[in-house]
C-alpha cells in the first residue's frame, strides 16, 4: 500500500542547530514529493518538492531536502534553526495513481529552545 | 499569490446540524479537495473534485458530502454534524503541476 511515515512525531533543537527531519515512502512508481509547513492555528505552505532531475533540492527558509530512492527517503535538512522554524512538517507523496491525490505523513511538531 | 479562502476560521455548531463550509480560489485551479486534520493522523482525504460538478471519494468520505457548482468554489456538507467531526477542516486546490495550495483552516467544533 502507498504510505508516508514521518517516525519522529516530536523534535527539539536548540535556536542554531542542524536540523533532519526524515520522511520514508512506500510508492511504486517515480513519486512527486513535497513538504509543507504548518505554523499553529494556519493552512500549510509549500517548503520545497521534487519531481525529477536533481536529487538535491532546495527550498525557501533555507530549507532543502534529499531524495534517496534506494532508501524510500525524502529528508528534510536545514543547517542551522531559528526560532521562527518551530511549527509542524508534513511529508508528502504527490500524484497518487495518477491523480492529483496526496499522501500525507501523520507530521513531526519541531520546537526549538532559545 | 494563489489564494485559497475559507469562509470561517472557527465555528461552533450543535449535533444534528447541517454545516456548509466554503472553499473558494482564485487561480482557475482545476482540481480542489478537502482534508481533515486531526492529531497524530495528519491530513486525511474527505472529498475531491477535478471539474465542476464532479466530485470523488476520498478517504473518509462518511458523513460528508460536497458541492462544486462553480470552478472556483468547493463546498463541503456535514449532513447532520457529529461531535467525532469535531476537527481542522482544510482546503486545497491544485496546478497541473500538482502543487497543492492550501486555506488557512477552518476549526470546526461540534458539541
Known amino acids: 500500500a502507498q504510505s508516508v511515515t514521518q517516525p519522529d512525531i516530536h523534535i527539539t533543537v536548540s535556536e542554531g542547530a542542524s536540523l533532519e527531519l526524515r520522511c520514508n515512502y512506500s510508492y511504486g512508481a517515480t513519486p512527486y514529493l513535497f513538504w509543507y509547513v504548518q505554523s499553529p492555528g494556519q493552512g500549510l505552505q509549500l517548503l520545497l518538492k521534487?519531481?525529477?532531475?536533481?536529487?538535491l533540492v532546495q527550498g525557501i527558509k533555507g530549507f532543502e531536502a534529499e531524495f534517496k530512492r534506494s532508501q524510500s527517503s525524502f529528508n528534510l535538512r536545514k543547517p542551522s534553526v531559528h526560532w521562527s522554524d518551530a511549527a509542524e512538517y508534513f511529508c508528502?507523496?504527490?500524484?497518487?495513481?495518477?491523480?492529483?491525490?496526496?499522501?500525507f505523513g501523520t507530521g513531526t511538531r519541531l520546537k526549538v529552545l532559545a | 499569490d494563489v489564494k485559497v479562502t475559507q469562509s470561517s476560521r472557527y465555528l461552533v455548531k450543535r449535533t444534528g446540524e447541517k454545516v456548509f463550509l466554503e472553499c473558494v480560489q482564485d487561480?482557475?485551479?482545476?482540481?480542489m479537495f478537502w482534508y481533515r486534520q486531526d492529531p497524530g493522523l495528519g491530513l486525511r482525504l474527505i472529498y475531491f473534485s477535478y471539474d465542476v460538478k464532479m466530485k470523488e471519494k476520498g478517504d473518509i468520505p462518511e458523513g460528508y458530502s460536497v458541492s462544486r457548482e462553480k470552478k472556483e468554489r468547493f463546498s463541503l456538507i456535514l449532513e447532520s454534524a457529529s461531535t467525532n467531526q469535531t476537527s481542522m477542516y482544510l482546503c486545497?486546490?491544485?496546478?497541473?503541476?500538482?502543487?497543492?495550495?492550501f486555506g488557512q483552516g477552518t476549526r470546526l467544533t461540534v458539541v
Open positions: 486545497a486546490s491544485t496546478t497541473n503541476k500538482i502543487e497543492a495550495f
Open positions: 521534487y519531481f525529477s532531475g536533481d536529487t
Open positions: 487561480m482557475d485551479h482545476e482540481n
Open positions: 508528502a507523496v504527490g500524484g497518487v495513481s495518477g491523480t492529483y491525490k496526496y499522501i
